[in-house]
């Protein structure tokens, strides 16, 4: 199986190993999910933005205090 040495500062490292214990995980297993975990966070957002996206004009309608509609100019661009 492939492997990967990575170099970290005394201090770095010391970061990691407390955030890998602080998660219940050895320091391998929590530097071998960070990537998986980050893969899957930004699936996240980019749903989530999508999401927002595509409904923002339904909010917009049903809250229209709350933030100004996306066609409505602001500021400056108002005058």
Same mark, same amino acid.
């Not at 990691?16 to 930004?42: I, N, T, W």
């Not at 409904?55 to 100004?68: G, L, T, V």
């Given at each position: 199986?492939?492997?990967?040495?990575?170099?970290?500062?005394?201090?770095?490292?010391? /970061?990691?190993?407390? /955030?890998?214990?602080?998660?219940?995980?050895?320091?391998?297993?929590?530097?071998?999910?960070?990537?998986?975990?980050?893969?899957?966070?930004?699936?996240?957002?980019?749903?989530?933005?999508?999401?927002?996206?595509?409904?923002?004009?339904?909010?917009?309608?049903?809250?229209?205090d709350e933030?100004?509609?996306a066609h409505?100019?602001?500021? /400056?661009?108002?005058?």
């Amino acid at each position: 199986m492939p492997s990967l040495n990575i170099t970290f500062t005394d201090e770095e490292l010391e /970061a990691v190993r407390a /955030a890998a214990a602080a998660e219940g995980k050895s320091l391998k297993q929590f530097v071998h999910d960070l990537p998986l975990r980050e893969q899957q966070r930004l699936q996240f957002v980019r749903y989530a933005v999508s999401w927002g996206e595509t409904h923002h004009a339904e909010f917009d309608d049903a809250f229209p205090d709350e933030a100004p509609p996306a066609h409505r100019r602001r500021g /400056a661009d108002a005058a």
